[in-house]
T-cell receptor, first 115, second 114 residues
Framework: ETGVTQTPRHLVMGMTNKKSLKCEQH?????MYWYKQSAKKPLELMFV???????ENNSVPSRFSPECPNSSHLFLHLHTLQPEDSALYLC??????????????FGSGTQLSVL | LAKTTQPISMDSYEGQEVNITCSHN???????ITWYQQFPSQGPRFIIQ???TKVTNEVASLFIPADRKSSTLSLPRVSLSDTAVYYC???????????????FGTGTRLLVSP
């Protein structure tokens, strides 16, 4: 148990569907992240929120829309996805984004399949 | 971008010591070196972090030479459950914001056999 909970664990959706991924952290951290991990590829940083403010958008397509209502919750809203968006989506948190001692705590991820 | 280079894969047997070396020639003065472990279908898990010389915890040791251009993660007496992907990371600043993000490379896939 890392203190970062992601739901759902698995999601299958069609290209015309709209769904949302949820992440909640119980660690009192101020920064939260979305990473994407495709098969056989490195983890790709998608978004970073620091004190609820988005500080990084790593050239992610607009069909991925993040939302951070508070420092404990992070959402990733999905719409009109493509089959190549199928991947493991990982949420992480850290105590303070921007420090040299940054340590990330990851959730177990949502395995997304787009049909 | 600060970049790391690791072997793609390594094989070992139970009870052996495993050393995974990572190159980071462009490491910045303020960067720490951090290692994570990832099992299939799970998020990476922090293992150890260091700045220079040697760091040891209950799981592993991290050896960093004086020039800090490389580091070695040492796993003593590995077991089957140590089969995983191991990532070496250094920080990377984004523009002039001071914000530091951690960039994951391809990692080293360690397979421990009986």
């Amino acid at each position: 148990e890392t203190g970062v909970t992601q739901t759902p664990r698995h999601l299958v959706m069609g290209m015309t569907n709209k769904k949302s991924l949820k992440c909640e952290q119980h660690l009192g951290h101020n920064a939260m992240y979305w990473y994407k991990q495709s098969a056989k590829k490195p983890l790709e940083l998608m978004f970073v929120y620091n004190f609820k403010e988005q500080t990084e958008n790593n050239s992610v397509p607009s069909r991925f829309s993040p939302e951070c209502p508070n420092s404990s919750h992070l959402f990733l809203h999905l719409h009109t996805l493509q089959p190549e968006d199928s991947a493991l989506y990982l949420c992480a948190s850290s105590a303070l984004s921007g420090t040299v001692n940054e340590k990330l705590f990851f959730g177990s991820g949502t395995q997304l399949s787009v049909l | 971008l600060a970049k790391t280079t690791q072997p793609i894969s390594m094989d070992s047997y139970e009870g052996q010591e495993v050393n995974i070396t990572c190159s980071h020639n462009n490491i910045a003065t303020n960067d720490y070196i951090t290692w994570y472990q990832q099992f299939p279908s799970q998020g990476p898990r922090f293992i150890i972090q260091g700045y220079k010389t040697k760091v040891t915890n209950e799981v592993a040791s991290l050896f960093i030479p004086a020039d800090r251009k490389s580091s070695t993660l040492s796993l003593p007496r590995v077991s089957l459950s140590d089969t995983a992907v191991y990532y070496c990371l250094v920080g990377d600043k984004v523009g002039n914001t001071g914000f530091q993000k951690l960039v994951f490379g391809t990692g080293t896939r360690l397979l421990v056999s009986p």
